[in-house]
């Protein structure tokens, strides 16, 4: 099946205002995504939505795809369904959504999400180890799956709780890569806002809360950090800039 990978990047942000453009090591933070989703080779075509001419420039210049989307999304996947649906695209039967704040997201995970999805679950994700002292860290996602591997809950709050503080358990932390079918991801928009989704804010739990299933590939690495606060692109620009010496070596 060909895989269509859609970077969804919105010009507003409450933390990070015009993030997608923030100097990352010497370019933009939205070329790194789209860079890294291309070098994986997993996709058979890459482009960008975003709801500004702005970042549709930048992305252009740089080589790679962009389509302009509606500023009225609520949500990333909203943005990629309405790419999707374009007729360019009407030959894709499997789509790929890599979060665009995710520079160094690791190619195991996002081939997880998609053999998910190649093994029958209509909505694939990844998620990998957190260590126990990082859980309560409402930034990162967590989230429990059963035996089948698939999810069960997402929260901003350390699941599995702990009671006994026995330190036993096991956490992970999801990583911001879906893919699906390309009926899955239509009707996933289609479905009315739930109020957990409101307010964990995260939208993966409304095609959850509504009973489609979501399966995770989980790694026992721990996920490469994305970039949601000053502190996560200082971060980050410290380990692309360190990789970037270690290649020209």
């Known amino acids: ?114 053999d998910r999805v190649r093994g029958g679950d209509p909505v694939g994700t990844a998620a990998g180890r957190l260590d126990a002292s990082l859980a309560a860290d409402p930034s990162r996602v967590k989230v429990v799956v059963d035996a089948r591997g698939r999810a069960l809950y997402f929260s901003r709050a350390p699941i599995p709780f702990d009671r006994d503080g026995a330190g036993d358990v096991a956490y992970h932390q999801h990583v911001g890569v879906y893919a699906y079918t390309a009926a899955a991801l239509q009707h996933w928009v289609a479905l009315p806002p739930v109020a957990v989704e409101r307010a964990e804010r995260l939208e993966q739990l409304r095609p959850l809360v509504h009973g489609m299933a979501i399966g995770v590939a989980v790694d026992d690495e721990a996920p490469a950090p994305g970039v949601d606060t000053p502190e996560d692109l200082r971060r980050v620009a410290a380990l692309l800039t360190r990789n970037l010496r270690e290649v020209t070596r």
Do not use: Y
Request: overall charge positive; glycine content about 8%.
């Open 1 to 114: 099946m060909p895989v269509l990978c859609v970077v969804p990047a919105r010009l507003g942000s409450s933390r990070l205002p015009k993030k997608p453009l923030l100097p990352l090591a010497g370019e933009p933070l939205i070329l790194w995504v789209v860079r890294r989703v291309a070098d994986s080779g997993v996709a058979d075509r890459v482009v960008v939505a975003t709801d500004a001419r702005e970042i549709a420039d930048v992305v252009a210049r740089a080589g790679f795809e962009a389509a302009l989307t509606s500023p009225a999304h609520a949500s990333g996947t909203e943005r990629v369904a309405e790419v999707a649906r374009l007729k360019a695209f009407s030959g894709f039967d499997l789509i790929l959504n890599v979060q665009g704040d995710e520079p160094l997201v690791a190619t195991r995970a996002i081939r997880g999400a998609l």
